[in-house]
C-alpha cells in the first residue's frame, strides 16, 4: 500500500519540476508564497499543517490532503492529532466530504507503513 506515497511524491516532484521549468513569473511566485506561508510564525508548522488538511478536506482536493497529512507526519504530528483534524474537517465540509475521508485514511495507512 505505501506505494502510493512513493508515486504520488514522485508524480508531484516530476510535475512541479515541470511547471517551474516553464518560468512562469506568477506560478513561480505562488509556488512561492504557498511554500512561505507554511513556515513557523505566529504560528508554529503544526498547526498550520494542520490548517492546510482542514482546509483541503473541504474544499475537496485529494491531492493536498495527501500533502498536507505527509506534511503532518513531517512536522511531527501523530495520528491521533490527524483524525482529530479530520474529524473537524469533515463536520464543517459535511457528508460530501466522506469519500476524501476515506482515501486520506488509506492515505495514512500508507504513509506510517513506510515510516
Given amino acids: 500500500m505505501s506505494d502510493i506515497v512513493n508515486e504520488f511524491n514522485a508524480y508531484r516532484s516530476k510535475m512541479n519540476e515541470e511547471i517551474l521549468g516553464d518560468n512562469n513569473k506568477v506560478i513561480k511566485r505562488i509556488f512561492n508564497l504557498d511554500t512561505n506561508a507554511?513556515?513557523?510564525?505566529?504560528?508554529?508548522?503544526?498547526?498550520?499543517?494542520?490548517?492546510?488538511?482542514?482546509?483541503?478536506?473541504?474544499?475537496?482536493?485529494?491531492?493536498?490532503?495527501?500533502?498536507?497529512?505527509?506534511?503532518?507526519?513531517?512536522?511531527g504530528l501523530n495520528r491521533e492529532q490527524i483524525l482529530e483534524a479530520l474529524s473537524i474537517a469533515t463536520l464543517v465540509g459535511g457528508t460530501i466530504v466522506i469519500p476524501h475521508l476515506r482515501r486520506a485514511y488509506e492515505y495514512m495507512d500508507a504513509v506510517e507503513a513506510q515510516r
Wanted: some cysteine; glycine content about 8%.
Fill in 38 to 75: 507554511f513556515q513557523a510564525g505566529a504560528l508554529d508548522v503544526k498547526t498550520k499543517e494542520l490548517l492546510g488538511l482542514v482546509a483541503s478536506v473541504v474544499l475537496r482536493c485529494d491531492d493536498c490532503i495527501k500533502y498536507h497529512i505527509g506534511r503532518s507526519y513531517e512536522a
